[in-house]
């Protein structure tokens, strides 16, 4: 399993949005990186300058929300998506699709997954995938 860094994952976001601008050639999460930084216009004048990316804090408390664990939030939904893990998420998903958005939808399962982080962390233990699928199933009226 990979467990990179924060300054590894801020520089992952970082050189995938200067390769979009670059025109370069995209390799692997680069690609949905890319798409998803495109979505966040707010993050563009951050991710232009990694210096400054790498070392800014982001503070809840100040109301600050940190563009990276946004970023890799809707990076591990769109691959829990496209592996329909945990079992049922690509369904709950779609039925999100029938009134929502794209980016709309995937901030529905974005707030369910951030949830279900928080109590993780909170108790100690793993992530609830059923309490987290139903979170999704309730968000999509299901």
Request: overall charge negative; aromatic content about 8%; glycine content about 6%.
């Amino acid at each position: 399993m990979f467990n990179p860094s924060r300054e590894q994952v801020r520089q992952f976001f970082c050189a995938a949005w200067r390769k979009h601008l670059d025109r370069a050639i995209l390799e692997g999460a680069e690609v949905t990186a890319a798409d998803l930084i495109v979505e966040h216009p707010e993050y563009h004048a951050l991710l232009e300058n990694p210096e400054l990316a790498v070392e800014q804090e982001f503070s809840p408390e100040n109301g600050q929300m940190n563009p990276f664990l946004h970023l890799s939030l809707h990076l591990a939904v769109a691959e829990q998506i496209s592996i329909d893990q945990p079992p049922g998420i690509r369904a709950a998903y779609q039925a999100l699709r029938g009134r929502l958005e794209v980016h709309d939808a995937e901030h529905a399962i974005l707030e369910c997954l951030g949830e279900a982080l928080w109590r993780s962390q909170r108790d100690g233990s793993a992530i609830d995938g059923v309490a987290y699928l139903d979170c999704v199933r309730r968000a999509a009226g299901a």
